[in-house]
């Protein structure tokens, strides 16, 4: 089943800015699905419309089958939301913070108590249970954001750029739990400018810029769809001819160095060759990074 | 489903909030009061309005300016408020509808100056003794108007863009209709224009409403000020589910 089925939605402020133009994707259950894009590309306004807090100008939005301008209140209850700003509460402390939280969506007060101390053990906030939420550090409050959006155990969790301005060792913390979150079954939906964050932990991905989706797929396959790797060699043998296999290869001789950049799966048939004709001496094979299709998608 | 085991949670914590800060929500309009009542009691001693002490006379007008006060800053505050903390996010989120959010802010604004107004009505009685006359009307009378007053408070966190907001709505609004309503004076004792201009205060009639229902003393028939308070509070709460429905000003500012 589909988690969520975006179908040419588009979004047009009051002041005329197109944030959106016809976007349709679809994230499949159980998935770690990135929303990447530049700033400004539409991501948040994709997802304030997936969660109902923005309204769309045209188009449809379904969660788990369920339409968001029909059925928003039972779409919601589905959802948890880690909103791109930090919030700051300033009267509860954080343990009130997730008591009312998870009351807005059901969970009766004998569960909230086990559940609020479950979620914050887990993010390290336990310490913090009566201090008011104000009062905490920025990295904490952005963990209590993610500790609200989980509260309710929700089958669908989208987070709006959650380790942004987070140190090393709390992002770790806070994508740890995300992954046995999905692991339980919760699908995910997030954006970030971490590109190896997204690299390492989505199945899908898609890019977003100037307000379209440029290109929707799975991680794995990305690269092999729009990355370029970089051979580097040394050889025994100079003075052979190496015919491209595309024009757009780009083949660089230097005495008995050589440099490649190919197509990613193309290889094979370059270090074949090279190790027939040239006599591989030595070799560095440099694999795309996401960080590379992204600059090379979005700067098309 | 409708999820009001969600609104009730709302509820509670928009009362919660007041009662976490109640030196400012609640003890602060109570000690406004008391200084009121000290000033007055020096100042007018023994005169008498509308046949009656003018304490006695001033006590329901103060109690009522409490419900009104109250009630309004309870959602008003917690709303803009929200809007600047970023923390509207919650309430834009969560599975509630706009008829729920409006029915736990201002639930939780009739908590608010329920109760300010009965601890105010406490400590006027150390001052004067004080029969209530109609009490069913008071009551009636004191859920109207926190009623009303809160829905507008919410009405007025939904529009506000800014900390200035509230204060101009104090400063401007509120005080003038609160002394236009006859809460210090009888709205009889003004001349000419101020009278008229009076008659079309909402809060002539509800503060005449809790008069009546006191001491017995109108100066708008009581029926008619009755007739008003509902007719206020059937227009006003319909619009506050249509603006919380559509939500477009429930923004991070």
């Given at each position: ?90 009267v ?209 | ?10 509820f509670?914590r928009e009362t919660t909030r007041f009662r976490k800060i109640i030196i400012d929500t609640t003890v602060s309009p109570i000690i406004s009061n008391v200084l009121y009542l ?21 006590a329901p007008g103060l109690i009522t300016l409490t419900l009104i006060n109250s009630a309004f800053s309870n959602p008003s505050f917690a709303l803009v408020i ?20 409006v029915l736990a802010y201002v639930g939780a604004a009739m908590v608010r100056a329920l109760v300010t107004a009965f601890a105010t009505l406490l400590v006027i ?13 008071a009551i009636l009378g004191a859920f109207l108007t926190s009623f009303f007053f809160g829905t507008l408070g919410a009405i007025f966190g939904?529009?506000a ?5 509230m204060t101009?709505m104090t400063t401007?609004i509120m005080t003038?209709m609160s002394?236009?309503g006859?809460v ?18 909402p809060m002539?009639?509800f503060i005449?409403l809790m ?18 308070a509902?007719?206020a509070n059937?227009?006003i709460?319909?619009?506050a ?13």
């Amino acid at each position: 089943m589909e988690a969520v089925e975006i179908d040419k939605i588009s979004k047009i402020y009051e002041d005329g800015t197109q944030a959106l133009n016809e976007v349709s994707l679809k994230v499949r259950e159980g998935k770690i699905y990135g929303l990447l894009g530049p700033n400004g590309a539409g991501k948040s306004t994709l997802i304030g419309i997936i969660s109902g807090t923005v309204s769309k100008t045209s188009g449809t939005a379904k969660i788990f089958g369920l339409d968001n301008s029909k059925d928003l209140q039972k779409a919601k209850l589905l959802l948890g939301v880690v909103p791109q700003e930090v919030v700051s509460e300033p009267v509860f402390t954080v343990f009130e913070v997730l008591d009312f939280f998870a009351g807005f969506y059901g969970v009766k007060k004998n569960d909230r108590k086990k559940k609020i101390d479950e979620v914050l053990e887990a993010l390290h906030l336990g310490s913090k249970r009566n201090t008011r939420a104000r009062f905490l550090s920025g990295g904490m409050k952005r963990r209590l954001m993610v500790a609200k959006a989980l509260i309710h155990e929700p089958k669908l969790i989208i987070l709006d750029e959650p380790t942004a301005g987070v140190d090393v060792e709390l992002r770790t913390i806070i994508w740890n739990y995300v992954k046995e979150i999905n692991k339980k079954g919760s699908t995910i939906i997030f954006t970030t400018h971490y590109l190896e964050e997204a690299e390492k932990l989505c199945s899908e991905i898609a890019i977003i810029n100037k307000g379209k989706v440029i290109v929707e797929e799975e991680t794995d396959k990305l690269k092999y769809l729009f990355g370029e790797t970089t051979i580097d060699a040394t050889l025994e043998n100079t003075g052979f001819e190496l015919e491209k296999i595309l024009d757009t290869d780009i083949i660089k001789f230097n005495d008995n160095e050589v440099k490649i950049i190919t197509k990613t799966g193309n290889e094979s048939y370059y270090l074949q060759k090279l190790a027939t004709l040239g006599g591989l001496k030595k070799i560095e094979i440099g694999q795309p990074s996401l960080e590379d299709i992204f600059v090379k998608l979005v700067k098309a | 489903m409708a999820n009001w085991y969600g609104a009730y949670n709302l509820f509670r914590r928009e009362t919660t909030r007041f009662r976490k800060i109640i030196i400012d929500t609640t003890v602060s309009p109570i000690i406004s009061n008391v200084l009121y009542l000290i000033i007055f009691n020096v100042a007018v001693s023994g005169r008498q309005v509308q046949g009656v002490d003018y304490i006695k006379f001033l006590a329901p007008g103060l109690i009522t300016l409490t419900l009104i006060n109250s009630a309004f800053s309870n959602p008003s505050f917690a709303l803009v408020i929200a809007k600047f903390s970023g923390s509207i996010s919650d309430i834009l989120i969560a599975p509630l509808t706009g008829t729920q959010i409006v029915l736990a802010y201002v639930g939780a604004a009739m908590v608010r100056a329920l109760v300010t107004a009965f601890a105010t009505l406490l400590v006027i009685l150390l001052f004067t003794h004080l029969n209530v006359e109609h009490i069913g009307l008071a009551i009636l009378g004191a859920f109207l108007t926190s009623f009303f007053f809160g829905t507008l408070g919410a009405i007025f966190g939904y529009f506000a863009k800014q900390f200035d907001s509230m204060t101009m709505m104090t400063t401007f609004i509120m005080t003038p209709m609160s002394f236009l309503g006859g809460v210090f004076y009888p709205v009889s004792a003004l001349k000419g224009i101020w009278q008229t201009v009076s008659r079309f205060n909402p809060m002539l009639y509800f503060i005449d409403l809790m008069r009546y229902s006191f001491i017995d003393k109108e100066f708008i028939p009581h029926n008619i000020s009755l007739t008003v308070a509902i007719l206020a509070n059937v227009i006003i709460f319909p619009l506050a589910i249509y603006l919380f429905t559509k939500g477009k000003r429930l923004t991070v500012l």
